[in-house]
């Protein structure tokens, strides 16, 4: 926090999050979704010590699934399967190719600035999970009602920026928007979801073959 901010209270948001097609109604959950404010004053933005993270890859899948961390910080991919695992993004937050390694093995990678990764492994088409680096702490992750909570927000102006699972950056891009803080609580209203975009391609930009090699 800078130096003369008092914090006066907590933001409360809330969401509903409605995603068209079976899997959202099969569920009955909202999907993974973040929320974050940016301060419109550069030098309102206190300042985030990055720090060191882990995404397991276990059993087929990445844990946690979701991860939000500070601009700066260091996230380690342990291969906790008995076979080769090969984690990739081509997306704009931090494009890297880990190439293939094997059981027991750890790599790692360093999200150096603000964006949203999403994090796949070139064997298993089931594979995925995403890493969201930020530049600032005030940020809540939805629950499994949609519900958002982001406390210790000092008064002020801010931009308002939407990552939901499923959705098209264009789609996000459409939810961004200035929000004034001010008062013992503030709600930001509802945030609604459209059609979830399609299935990933791998890191050659086509689609998965099926699995025939029994040593993965």
């Not at 300042?47 to 939000?68: D, E, I, Y």
């Not at 999970?129 to 992750?141: E, R």
Request: charged share 15%.
């Amino acid at each position: 926090m800078m130096a003369g901010q008092t914090v006066l209270h907590a933001v409360e948001v809330k969401a509903q999050l409605i995603v068209d097609g079976p899997p959202a109604r099969k569920s009955g959950k909202a999907p993974s979704a973040v929320i974050w404010l940016k301060p419109v004053q550069p030098d309102a933005v206190p300042a985030v010590a990055p720090g060191k993270f882990t995404l397991l890859q276990k059993n087929k899948m990445f844990t946690p699934h979701l991860l939000v961390v500070p601009v700066g910080s260091s996230v380690a991919f342990p291969n906790g399967d008995p076979f080769f695992h090969n984690v990739f993004s081509l997306f704009d937050g931090k494009r890297f190719d880990l190439g293939l390694y094997e059981a027991g093995s750890t790599r790692s990678v360093m999200f150096s600035r603000e964006g949203v990764s999403y994090i796949f492994c070139n064997i298993h088409s089931e594979m995925s999970a995403v890493v969201i680096a930020l530049g600032t702490p005030y940020y809540g992750i939805a629950d499994p009602q949609g519900m958002f909570k982001i406390e210790d927000v000092p008064n002020g102006d801010y931009s308002m920026h939407v990552w939901i699972e499923g959705q098209g950056q264009n789609s996000l891009d459409q939810l961004t928007r200035r929000v004034h803080v001010a008062g013992p609580a503030i709600a930001l209203g509802d945030i609604h979801a459209g059609t979830p975009k399609r299935q990933h391609l791998n890191k050659f930009g086509r689609p998965y073959e099926p699995d025939s090699v029994p040593t993965y």
